[in-house]
């Protein structure tokens, strides 16, 4: 599996926007970006993914670099309920038997500032 | 509720025991996945079902075991416990499991063995 780095953790205000990045520099054509959170004590969630192009969704943004090198999560207006762990995960696009499942790094733990 | 659905929520046993952990996938979803959390490790993959066949194996012990029924919920069996398997287990679940789709987590199954 392509292998992602993000730093372990970062802090934030509450109210303003956080930038989480995540760097893959050996993602392949058919890799998707996918972004999943873990609140204290829950399952992941799912937050956002995408291919090539940016992408907007009511939780969040993910911005990816032209070389798809890097991307970046963007949470427009951080509140405490988004205290949580982010994982960056690339997933294989093609219909690949059994590697199929995500595979969960250590993620960056955020930290919102009241 | 994200409409996967797993039981028990907490679990208490001693060691040496048996324990059987439930989950009900989200409805239309044919992928079952069983994760692993402990404290000091992040989120292991164990096994994952694909329409009532196992379709790609992690790290899962031998103790251990799982099935996914003809109604697709699956069933995560863990047998002569001991004090290291205390930890929360999450099942999750996909429509198929290729690159672009998304998983949903349940709220999982916490595990102390004593």
């Known amino acids: 599996d392509a292998k992602t780095t993000q730093p372990n953790s970062m802090e934030s205000n509450e109210e303003e926007p956080v930038h989480l990045p995540c760097n893959h520099s050996t993602i392949s054509g058919t890799d998707y970006i996918h972004w999943y959170r873990q609140l204290p004590s829950q399952g992941p969630e799912y937050v956002i993914h995408g291919l090539t192009s940016n992408v907007n969704n009511r939780m969040a943004s993910l911005a990816i670099a032209e070389d798809r090198k890097s991307s970046t999560l963007i949470l427009h207006r951080a509140t405490l309920r988004d205290a949580a762990v982010y994982y960056c995960i690339l997933r294989d696009g093609r219909r690949n038997f059994g590697n199929e499942k995500l595979t969960f790094g250590t993620g960056t733990r955020l930290t919102i500032i009241p | 509720d994200s409409g996967v659905t797993q039981t028990p929520k907490h679990l208490i046993t001693a060691t040496g025991q048996r324990v059987t952990l439930r989950c009900s996938p989200r409805s239309g979803d044919l992928s079952v996945y069983w994760y692993q959390q402990s404290l000091d490790q992040g989120l292991q993959f164990l096994i994952q079902?694909?329409?009532?066949?196992?379709?790609a194996k992690g790290n899962i012990l031998e103790r251990f075991s799982a099935q996914q029924f003809p109604d697709l919920h699956s069933e995560l069996n863990l047998s002569s416990l001991e004090l290291g398997d205390s930890a929360l287990y999450f099942c999750a679940s996909s429509v198929r499991g290729s690159g672009a789709n998304v998983l949903t987590f349940g709220a999982g199954s916490r595990l102390t063995v004593l």
């Open positions: 079902y694909y329409n009532g066949e196992e379709r």
